[in-house]
């Protein structure tokens, strides 16, 4: 891959890889799991993020004025910005995920509204109560016992009732909404991978009722709004493609995590979700309710759509990289024929790369000129296979237009893997990229 770089360019990402980390550096050490002790940041856990102390420490240190998120989730960054006093507008393509983020931005909410919503909504749950689950679904069935699964659907029916009855305010009524999926899986009595699967044979020995849990997060959420009312920065939310945003050349700042290439099906983490609220029947209609929308980060949505290597690689755009990402593919190709998946990591591979490519296109439409791009990267080895995601991506961004790229790299990832199946070295860190 070397033959690759420039001469400066190499020398500057072989230094940044041997420094020591940063203070900033340091600080961004922290995950979304450190967000679940902030407020309104808790609201929601979501598979992917970062630091939002981390994030909003950059925005700051930018002198930010007008901050973009092309892969928000759960708004992370725009949370970060509106405390920071900044414009912010963040785009998800996952279309639940994208609700969540505009709940989460909401600032303006009524609390005797929401506080009348929420008691009549647990009144009215009472009244509606089936005797038995009304739900065929096989999994909300090995998710929950009886009786939390009839509760959960009677709160989800008073929801309905409210929405119809048209009393409550929009905003109120969102929160409403999160405050249920919210408490869908503190009320399951199956575990939850760290990564946001469910796991139906695994037990959890403490489970909460769900009226119980509704009413705790009624108190979470106006608490939480109270705080959030001194976050002054203007958010919007895009539900839509990074790549088809047209905005040009408004933001100064890009602070964003997006996916990795590491197999994680973003469209699986929220199916529990999804089937509750009746957007979803089964595993595979994920694919056209969410995966299908997505940048292509994992084999299941490479697979269904059958997508062929050598149309994938016909991208003008990965030029700067295709030799590389060729001879990577094909051994991909060539290794997944003696495994017993043979997971499609070839083209799925190649659609990553050629979505960011076109990601960054986009954000060289989108920048100021003398803007800076921050992105917290990893890379991958799907079947032992290494694939250098920060090198690729900043030599994306370079073609693309952008001046320069540098990375820092913050912790390794996967070490607790490395003695049983995943054995490459793994990384992650910030690629940095100037405008």
Same mark, same amino acid.
């Given at each position: 891959m070397l033959d690759l770089l420039g001469q400066s360019t190499r020398q500057n990402t072989e230094a940044v890889r041997n420094s020591a980390c940063s203070a900033e550096a340091t600080a961004m050490s922290g995950t979304f799991a450190d967000n679940l002790k902030l407020p309104v940041h808790r609201w929601f856990r979501y598979s992917a993020g970062f630091s939002a102390e981390w994030a909003e420490d950059v925005i700051r240190r930018r002198g930010a004025r007008r901050v973009l998120d092309p892969f928000c989730g759960s708004g992370t960054t725009l949370l970060a910005a509106a405390k920071a006093g900044v414009d912010s507008v963040g785009i998800e393509a996952h279309p639940f995920v994208a609700r969540i983020a505009q709940i989460k931005a909401h600032r303006d909410v009524d609390l005797d509204d929401l506080a009348n919503l929420f008691s009549r909504m647990r009144a009215e749950a009472w009244q509606v109560r089936p005797e038995a689950p009304t739900t065929d679904s096989r999994l909300l069935l090995k998710c929950y016992d009886t009786e939390n699964l009839i509760a959960l659907e009677s709160l989800r029916r008073a929801y309905e009732i409210e929405v119809a009855d048209c009393v409550a305010s929009e905003p109120a009524l969102d929160l409403a909404w999160l405050a249920l999926t919210c408490i869908l899986r503190e009320c399951s009595a199956v575990g939850t991978a760290q990564w946001q699967y469910v796991l139906p044979n695994k037990r959890k020995s403490k489970v909460k009722h769900p009226y119980h849990a509704f009413e705790q997060r009624q108190r979470m959420f106006a608490l939480d709004l109270i705080y959030a009312r001194r976050f002054s920065g203007p958010t919007e939310v895009v539900r839509g493609d990074a790549r088809d945003y047209a905005d040009e050349s408004s933001f100064d700042l890009v602070v964003t995590s997006p996916?990795?290439?590491?197999?994680?099906?973003?469209?699986?983490?929220?199916?529990?979700?999804?089937?509750?609220?009746?957007?979803?029947?089964?595993?595979?209609?994920?694919?056209?309710?969410?995966?299908?929308?997505?940048?292509?980060?994992?084999?299941?949505?490479?697979?269904?759509?059958?997508?062929?290597? /050598?149309?994938?690689?016909?991208?003008?755009?990965?030029?700067?990289?295709? @030799?590389? $990402?060729?001879? %990577?593919?094909?051994? *991909?190709?060539?290794?997944?024929?003696?495994?017993? /998946?043979?997971?499609?990591?070839?083209?799925?591979?190649?659609?990553?790369? @050629?979505? $960011?490519?076109? %990601?960054?296109?986009? *954000?060289?439409?989108?920048?100021?000129?003398?803007?800076?791009?921050v992105f917290v990267v990893g890379d991958s080895a799907p079947y032992g296979v290494y694939v250098p995601c920060e090198v690729w991506l900043g030599e994306l961004a370079v073609a693309a237009g952008f001046e320069g790229y540098s990375f820092e790299k913050i912790r390794d990832r996967n070490t607790k893997w490395r003695n049983r199946k995943h054995r490459v070295p793994l990384k992650e860190g910030i690629l940095r990229v100037e405008g």
């Open positions: 996916p990795y290439p590491n197999n994680y099906d973003y469209a699986d983490a929220t199916r529990l979700e999804m089937t509750f609220w009746q957007q979803v029947d089964s595993w595979g209609d994920l694919h056209h309710a969410v995966r299908k929308h997505l940048v292509c980060s994992c084999s299941q949505h490479s697979a269904a759509d059958r997508m062929d290597l /050598g149309q994938v690689l016909d991208n003008d755009q990965l030029e700067p990289i295709k @030799s590389e $990402l060729e001879r %990577v593919c094909a051994q *991909l190709d060539e290794v997944r024929l003696t495994k017993g /998946g043979r997971k499609t990591y070839h083209t799925m591979v190649a659609a990553y790369f @050629s979505g $960011l490519a076109s %990601v960054w296109v986009a *954000l060289r439409r989108q920048i100021a000129e003398g803007g800076q791009i």
